[in-house]
């Protein structure tokens, strides 16, 4: 006859262990809160494929996409690709600006791609990866969407698609400048 | 004389060159915060240890930090900014985490005072059941053929 309090105490001490097991099952590994929300965008100062600078600091006042990408991101990046064209197009003229960082990449394929998709909206390589890691990227394509004040407000991870960036762009353009 | 002078100057511009081109960074001190940070890109591998292009950026970076005369607790506060505690490999001993550290040492103490009040049980068991009681008969039965048997 075991004791009463050894009959309790294998469920007692079961339970929380499988507690804690099932929060961790359910929460999603690949899914990291980024610090960076609501904190101030770290600036950078890049040179486009097209040989033209392209800095964080003028851009100042607007509405930046900030999408990182790799030419040999595949399906997610090409996946995207048409929705930030589309995205570009659609909201250049409210205020916003998308820009595209290549990273882990080399130049030739990745203008290759730029060429595929006719992306009209700058673009430059991170050679060194300076900017990726300044933003906490950890895989490709992640996009920050950094407010008119230069707050990084949204972080969305894998593909973009027309609807969750016209959702966020429309939350953004509606605060007050 | 203006000979030697020469060479003095020569050999002081060429070690100035040397420590220009070379920032003094220690690469034990570079490998020992990448060992504590997690590769972005790999399954349970320090920046240290991955040989992916990710990681290789991140030791330079770590390198470039360090050189412009940042601290190692500075480098890796710098990744824990950008990154969050998940970057780290080991997580900090506060907060939920510290479930992580406790929660081991916990099991292994409730593990062995289960071992010793088990233990305990068991030795005491045969005291408390007394032995049954054999029939004399069947006894001398026994004996008498374990007996008979070795005969044979």
């Given amino acids: 006859m075991r004791p009463r309090w050894l009959r309790w105490a294998i469920p007692a001490a079961v339970l929380p262990v499988l507690a804690l097991l099932a929060y961790g099952f359910w929460t999603n590994p690949r899914e990291i809160p980024s610090p960076l929300l609501g904190r101030a965008a770290t600036p950078f100062a890049l040179t486009t494929f097209d040989k033209a600078p392209l800095a964080l600091e003028d851009l100042r006042g607007k509405i930046v996409v900030l999408n990182f990408w790799a030419s040999w991101c595949i399906p997610a990046c090409y996946d995207e690709a048409p929705a930030l064209e589309r995205t570009w197009l659609a909201y250049k003229d409210k205020g916003v600006m998308v820009v595209g960082v290549n990273v882990q990449d080399t130049e030739e394929p990745a203008k290759k791609f730029l060429a595929r998709f006719g992306h009209s909206f700058p673009n430059a390589p991170d050679p060194k990866g300076h900017v990726a890691v300044d933003y906490g990227v950890y895989g490709v394509p992640e996009t920050f969407f950094i407010d008119r004040r230069g707050r990084v407000r949204f972080k969305h991870v894998g593909a973009l698609t027309d609807e969750a960036a016209r959702q966020r762009l429309d939350s953004l353009l509606e605060e007050p400048s | ?152």
């Fill in chain 2, 1 to 152: 004389m203006i000979r030697r002078l020469l060479l003095v100057l020569a050999v002081s511009t060429a070690l100035s060159g040397i420590a220009g081109a070379a920032p003094p960074v220690d690469e034990r001190v570079v490998h020992e915060v990448a060992a504590q940070l997690r590769c972005v890109v790999c399954q349970n591998l320090s920046v240290a240890d991955s040989p992916s292009e990710t990681a290789n950026q991140m030791r330079q970076i770590i390198r470039e930090r360090l050189a412009a005369g940042e601290s190692p607790e500075q480098v890796r506060e710098y990744f824990v900014q950008k990154y969050g505690q998940w970057i780290l490999l080991s997580p900090p001993k506060a907060g939920f985490n510290l479930l992580v550290w406790v929660v081991p040492f916990v099991g292994l103490g409730a593990g062995l005072v289960l071992v010793a009040v088990v233990l305990r049980r068991w030795s005491r068991r045969p005291a408390a059941v007394p032995p049954t009681p054999v029939d004399p008969a069947m006894r001398d039965r026994i004996r008498r053929e374990m007996s008979g048997g070795r005969r044979s």
